[in-house]
């Protein structure tokens, strides 16, 4: 179910995607120091948010009209989650958002090259 915002217009846009489109990407974002709820990139490279890219099947006239110059083709739909849990068998690897990696010793290592770990693999301030 679609809901929310001009059912006529918001509805008939998704449904166009999510029914008759193709799942192109899928990837879990990476990076402490993007903005968690900023436009397109930083939002889905925030780290544990996850990002679905759904392709629909002819351009969307109402992309074209709302972003004419956008990067992405028209026929491109980014929708993220910031609250997923993801797992795999017993293991834990994104808990409500949070990328569980980020206390790995050995990611925390790797990051005290950097600098200071805490520092460097500390999450953007959500606001």
Same mark, same amino acid.
């Given at each position: ?5 001009? =059912? =006529? #217009? =918001?509805?008939? #846009? ?7 489109? %193709?799942? +192109?990407?899928?990837?879990?974002? @990476?990076?402490?120091?993007? $903005?968690?709820?900023?436009? &397109?990139?930083?939002? $889905?490279?925030?780290?544990?948010? !996850?990002?679905?890219? #759904?392709?629909? /099947?002819?351009?969307?006239? &109402?992309?074209?009209?709302?972003? $004419?110059?956008? +990067?992405?083709? @028209?026929? @491109? ?7 997923? %849990?993801? %797992?795999?068998?017993?293991?834990? #690897?994104?808990?409500?958002? &949070?990328?569980?990696? !980020? +206390?790995? =010793? ?7 090259? &950097? ?7 500390? /999450?953007?301030?959500?606001?």
């Amino acid at each position: 179910a679609v809901r929310g915002g001009n =059912t =006529t #217009i =918001t509805k008939k #846009i998704f449904q166009d995607f999510l029914l008759n489109g %193709t799942l +192109e990407e899928l990837g879990c974002g @990476h990076n402490p120091k993007a $903005p968690r709820f900023d436009i &397109y990139p930083a939002g $889905p490279n925030s780290v544990g948010s !996850l990002h679905f890219g #759904i392709n629909g /099947l002819v351009e969307s006239e &109402y992309f074209k009209r709302a972003m $004419p110059d956008w +990067e992405e083709p @028209h026929v @491109h739909a980014d929708l993220v989650c910031y609250d997923c %849990t993801v %797992t795999a068998g017993n293991n834990v #690897i994104v808990d409500g958002g &949070y990328l569980m990696s !980020l +206390e790995d =010793t050995k990611v925390i290592a790797v990051a005290s090259k &950097y600098g200071d770990p805490d520092e460097v693999l500390s /999450l953007f301030p959500v606001k």
